[in-house]
């Protein structure tokens, strides 16, 4: 039987949503609050919790030996944290006005509603699953959470054909492809777009383009999946566009993925225009006191354009959770924003962005100059100095750095973390070219790759080219 908030000595805290987010929000609150003071009931729908998802594709590659490499806490260590996980129990239903969930479990079917005090919602998101013809037939993959990533390997392990298509080139695709080509399988990257990695400009994807041919991986660009073609047996056999068919043994789909709000949207709370909820500074609700919500399902404030956007990372979804649990515990923290950094790779081949793309600056009304450089992770005369590309945008007339992409071998990926520090502080590409960055030649020419494209941006502004 479930008590009214007068009958309970207690206030309750439920959360909807056992991963990165929720779980950090649960741990931060009950770090701040007793037991005796928070009841903190958390409902998670699968069979894992506090798992990290962008290590999926490293476990399937091999890299990672085993799952559990993956999981941070287990749901017997959140309830010896005091913590009341209820795990395989799905929430279909948040009733604002009643200040209640009702839930149901998924092995039993049996369903309840439990009242709440205070709510956060972390529903995180789901993969985009297009509506086409065989897209459910076995040997069709999304990989979004443990449970996909185990099916895929159960897949891979029962097929003998060793031919594998991977739709969608973004940083699953791209990391789906290396794991798979890692085990042994020719491999068919079938992309929408006119080069992979749209996160990029298509200038700087076409470097991902000829480097991943150049793995042996087969590109197909500007193409679009019309259908999934399956064998006398049911499954899976080939990926078709409109002109072409691919042959596959398993195909594994990375097309992206979508705030999961279903349920907030039915309960009315705000949500923005790339599906995300709307929160304030402290990732509470808008116009609602009671429930926070974070991670995958919220979008968030872009610092560089003052936009909204939706940026699925589990980096922003544990910070998500460490300010929503401050606050519930009676602490006060915000989440001031992003600058929309991201790294990736594939094989040798190292990805990174941050800031806003050319498409991004024009659609926000911002006047830009755009420089890309070709340098080297290290002196170029030290051994293992390998070529990096890095690309500038910055502002018109005030120099402000607007973004920065950057594609190379090793030592490449992780350089854009000056930019993300440079973007955050709103600096000039004047102000970066002075930045003291450390220097040897192990680690980096004189002058490192992304303050050589700092002066070309400098360069460029000035002449207003």
């Known amino acids: 039987m479930n008590m009214s908030r007068t009958e309970r000595s207690r206030e309750r805290l439920v959360v909807v949503g056992g991963d990165a987010a929720g779980m950090s929000a649960a741990s931060q609150a009950r770090r701040l609050r007793g037991p005796d003071e928070l009841e903190i009931v958390a409902f998670e729908r699968s069979h894992f919790t506090s798992y990290s998802a962008c290590g999926i594709p490293y476990w ?27 795990m395989r129990t ?10 209640r969930v009702r839930a149901r479990e998924l092995d039993t ?12 919602i972390a529903t995180g998101a789901r993969p985009v699953r297009p509506d086409l013809p065989g897209v459910d037939a076995p040997g069709v993959h999304g990989v979004q959470n443990l449970d996909d990533g185990q099916a895929l390997l159960d897949t891979l392990a029962a097929t ?22 890692n085990l042994g399988y020719e491999v068919t990257v079938v992309n929408r777009g006119k080069e992979p ?14 480097a991943m041919e150049g793995m042996g991986i087969t590109m197909v660009d500007d193409a679009e999946v019309t259908k999934f073609l399956t064998g006398d047996d049911g499954r899976v056999r080939a990926v078709a566009t409109d002109d072409a068919e691919y042959p596959a043994d398993v195909v594994v789909l990375g097309i992206g993925v979508r705030p999961e709000t279903g349920l907030a949207r039915a309960a009315g709370l705000p949500v923005g225009d790339h599906g995300g909820l709307l929160t304030d500074l402290s990732m509470r609700v808008r116009g609602h006191d009671d429930i926070w919500a974070g991670g995958d399902c919220v979008e968030v404030l872009d610092l560089v354009s003052g936009r909204e956007r939706h940026i699925p990372l589990g980096t922003h979804a544990n910070k998500h959770g460490q300010v929503i649990g401050a606050n519930v515990g009676g602490g006060y923290a915000t989440f001031p924003g992003v600058v929309g950094t991201a790294v990736s790779k594939v094989c040798d081949l190292e990805i990174a962005r941050t800031g806003l793309r050319e498409k991004d600056a ?5 006047q830009f100059v755009a420089v890309t450089i070709e340098s080297t992770s290290r002196a170029g005369y030290y051994p293992g100095a390998a070529p990096m590309t890095v690309k500038m945008l910055a502002e018109r007339r005030t120099g402000r750095l607007l973004g920065v992409q950057i594609v190379g071998r090793e030592g490449a990926g992780k350089r854009v973390d000056i930019a993300a520090v440079a973007l955050t502080a709103g600096m000039t590409v004047e102000q970066m070219t002075a930045l003291d960055l450390g220097y040897a030649p192990p680690f980096s020419p004189v002058w490192d790759p992304v303050l050589v494209a700092a002066r070309k941006a400098v360069t460029a502004v000035r002449s207003g080219s």
């Open 60 to 86: 399937v590659g091999g890299d990672v030996p085993e799952r559990d490499r993956l999981i941070a806490r287990s749901p017997e260590e959140h309830r010896a944290r005091d913590i009341e996980l209820r």
């Open 197 to 210: 990695m749209s996160t990029l400009d298509p200038d700087m994807g076409r470097l991902v383009h000829r």
């Open 90 to 99: 799905e929430v279909v239903e948040i009733d604002v006005e009643g200040r």
């Open 109 to 120: 079917g049996d369903a309840y509603w439990t009242p709440y005090d205070k709510l956060v």
């Open 160 to 181: 003998e054909g060793r031919r594998a298509v991977v739709v969608g080139a973004g940083y699953i695709g791209v990391e789906m492809a290396e794991s798979l080509i």
């Open 362 to 366: 024009r659609r926000a009304g911002l």
